[in-house]
């Protein structure tokens, strides 16, 4: 199960989300995603666990628990929308002028 990890602080890495969902069961991937450019994290983040049971209750146990200064906000990750990357405008995104 894919589960997201938002509400994280700058100063968390990957390998305390790993530690901290690893209470809970099996990890098999944990993805901090950072900005491009700065290369500092955007805030969220993914971790795969394969057992659904474990998942789900690594996400009752984790939301709203403090990690370095932050409560987390962890839920099941949903898929990505399709034209999520338009930011609402007609184009697909690109100006007209």
Do not use: C, H
């Not at 100063?11 to 690893?22: G, I, M, N, P, S």
């Not at 491009?36 to 971790?47: C, D, H």
Request: no cysteine; glycine share 14%.
């Amino acid at each position: 199960m894919n589960i997201y990890a938002g509400n994280l602080s700058r100063e968390v890495t990957e390998e305390d989300l790993r530690q901290a969902f690893e209470a809970f069961g099996q990890v098999a991937s944990v993805t901090i995603i950072k900005d491009k450019f700065s290369g500092e994290s955007r805030g969220f983040g993914f971790v795969e666990m394969p057992a659904k049971v474990e998942a789900q209750s690594a996400i009752a146990g984790l939301n709203g628990k403090e990690l370095k200064g932050q409560p987390l906000n962890v839920n099941e990750a949903r898929p990505r929308s399709e034209g999520r990357r338009d930011r609402g405008r007609p184009g697909g995104g690109r100006r007209s002028w």
